[in-house]
């Protein structure tokens, strides 16, 4: 009985400080300015359709500043990659654009039943986990696709361990005009910065950022 409760209080222990250690690093985000001592290194989560689309037109608004980039598609999208590529070769630069393009499962596919996703979602964390830790960026970037949910995950484990803060940068795509989508509202408690797009979004959820239509 007595190893019971111990192993009880063990656990209760580690939740309650999983928990201060989250809310210390979602409520350090502020504070946080990546890049004070060089080129800030950003992991930018591509979705399928449109979503990559707008994520690009947010990519040619970053200065040079921000490299190396690391694009994140779902193993199982090629159109993505073909529009990333497409859009590394147009930079017009001197400098040898620095990019790398990695893949991982897609946390839901098309039409997929929500109770399936949870098991498609947690094999995208398998995936997300040693992608992060093997590529510690300063910043994640992203807008909307279920696959940034366990790549966001896996960034702020990092910092709950105390291996490097990483600031993750939410935008969420123009097309949500009233509610926000199912990602947004789960980045919603731990993104750092989360921009919407439209002033209704503004008034509804007083922790996003309004600048107007960004893509």
């Given at each position: 009985?007595?190893?019971?409760?111990?192993?009880?209080?063990?656990?209760?222990?580690?939740?309650?400080?999983?928990?201060?250690?989250?809310?210390?690093?979602?409520?350090?985000?502020?504070?946080?300015?990546?890049?004070?001592?060089?080129?800030?290194?950003?992991?930018?989560?591509?979705?399928?359709?449109?979503?990559?689309?707008?994520i690009l037109r947010l990519?040619?608004?970053?200065?040079?500043?921000?490299?190396?980039?690391?694009?994140?598609?779902?193993?199982?999208?090629?159109?993505?990659?073909?529009?990333?590529?497409?859009?590394?070769?147009?930079?017009?630069?001197?400098?040898?654009?620095?990019?790398?393009?990695?893949r991982i499962p897609r946390?839901?596919?098309?039409?997929?039943?929500?109770?399936?996703?949870?098991?498609?979602?947690?094999?995208?964390?398998?995936?997300?986990?040693?992608?992060?830790?093997?590529?510690?960026?300063?910043?994640?970037?992203?807008?909307?696709?279920?696959?940034?949910?366990?790549?966001?995950?896996?960034?702020?484990?990092?910092?709950?361990?105390?291996?490097?803060?990483?600031?993750?940068?939410?935008?969420?795509?123009?097309?949500?005009?009233?509610?926000?989508?199912?990602?947004?509202?789960?980045?919603?408690?731990?993104?750092?910065?989360?921009?919407?797009?439209?002033?209704?979004?503004?008034?509804?959820?007083?922790?996003?950022?309004?600048?107007?239509?960004?893509?």
């Open positions: 009985m007595d190893v019971l409760v111990g192993a009880g209080v063990a656990f209760l222990s580690i939740c309650l400080l999983f928990i201060v250690r989250l809310w210390a690093v979602v409520k350090s985000g502020p504070n946080y300015k990546p890049g004070r001592k060089g080129p800030v290194a950003v992991l930018v989560v591509a979705g399928s359709g449109g979503h990559t689309t707008e990519m040619e608004c970053l200065s040079a500043a921000y490299t190396p980039v690391h694009y994140v598609v779902a193993d199982t999208d090629r159109m993505s990659e073909e529009k990333i590529c497409a859009f590394e070769k147009s930079k017009q630069s001197n400098a040898e654009s620095q990019f790398t393009i990695c946390s839901r596919e098309v039409h997929q039943s929500w109770s399936s996703s949870v098991l498609s979602t947690l094999k995208a964390l398998r995936y997300s986990l040693p992608l992060v830790f093997r590529l510690r960026p300063d910043m994640v970037l992203c807008n909307g696709p279920g696959t940034c949910v366990p790549l966001c995950v896996a960034a702020l484990l990092l910092g709950i361990l105390g291996m490097k803060k990483v600031l993750i940068v939410y935008v969420e795509s123009i097309c949500r005009v009233q509610t926000l989508s199912l990602t947004g509202k789960i980045l919603y408690l731990v993104s750092d910065y989360f921009f919407v797009q439209w002033s209704s979004l503004r008034d509804k959820y007083p922790k996003s950022i309004f600048l107007g239509r960004i893509v």
